[in-house]
């Protein structure tokens, strides 16, 4: 989906909506209640937010777990593996599977560590704890899910967009209010400049600020090439910004809505604009493992690395557990 304009404001739209918000907040708070979470052997850390659409979780997941191999341990990330058409807890081969089986984000992740799918996340821990190989279990969103106990939550935000007119959803973007963040995150995180006051809001809990930077072009591209960028993630204009600061020409944008399954009919239509406007075709990395292997060719994709001080690469350190098994 693509994320409604008038979660921006409190307008008439919003707060016709607002019904529905209550019944969401109080489903929420009934599953919550009757749902026993499962405590695993393991040190579970959450990377979660509450804001529906894009925040950067998925690199604060990826630095995280290098971060934990850097400090000699053994993690694991588990992950719900939205998209995907696996049911049963699955540990993530990337010469095997494919975002049809898995999502595209497993994909992306399983580059830095092994990465496990499990759409019910206690399953997921018990699946992880058999193998008995791993230290400690990274879990990339699940915030507001009850099955599985979190020993460490970090909530990351969008700063240009915050928690928008701050109303639950479907009024608004967010999952649960910013109380519950404020109530159950061990660690704020920040992505880009926090235009909203989010600081000011968080002051009393730890707070990391940081910037997902361009890392080059696969394959190669030239600085100052004209592009046709497209994407379908949470906040697509977050990667078009990304793309002019790294110093390509963008001559065009499209924006899809957030894990779009591409047809061979979407990519031949982008081709085509794109070889009209003398253009380079360039996506996200996360948009890039959706496509099929056989609609990847001529098409460029732009990873992203998190980019932070030594202090605040420490404090992130100081989430993990002081030592494995």
Sequence with gaps: MKAPHFWSHKG????????????????????????????AGLPVICVGNITSGGTGKTPVTAALAKL???????????????????????????????????????????????????RNRAKGAQFIEQTGAY????????????QLHKDKIICVFDGA???????????????????????RADLIMINGADETGLTTFFADKPLIPFTLDADQAVPPLKKGM??????????????????TDAGYY???????????????????????AASALSAVLITTQKDWVRLH?????????LPVSLQLSQKDSSLLASILPSQGR
């Design 250 to 272: 963008l001559v065009q944008t499209k924006s899809f809505g957030d894990h779009h399954p591409y047809s061979q009919k979407d990519i031949s239509d982008l081709v085509d």
């Design 226 to 243: 004209k592009a046709y960028a497209f994407a379908g993630i949470g906040r697509p204009q977050r990667f078009f910004d990304t793309l």
């Design 135 to 146: 230290d400690v279990i990274i879990m990339d969103d699940g915030m507001q899910n009850p």
């Design 293 to 301: 292997k056989s609609l990847r060719d001529h098409i460029s994709y």
């Design 161 to 183: 967009i915050g928690t928008q007119n701050n109303r639950i959803f479907p009024a608004g973007p967010l999952r649960a209010p910013l109380s519950d963040a404020a109530r």
């Design 68 to 118: 934990a191999i850097a400090h000699n341990l053994r993690p694991i990330i588990l992950t719900r593996g939205y998209g995907g058409t696996i049911t049963t807890p699955t540990l993530i081969d990337r010469d095997h599977h494919s975002a049809t089986d898995c999502g595209d984000e497993p994909l992306l992740l399983a580059k830095y560590a092994d990465v496990v799918v499990a």
């Design 12 to 39: 008439g739209i919003s707060s016709l909506l607002m019904g529905a918000s209550w019944l969401y907040r109080f489903a929420g708070w009934c599953r919550a209640l009757i749902t026993k979470p499962y405590h």
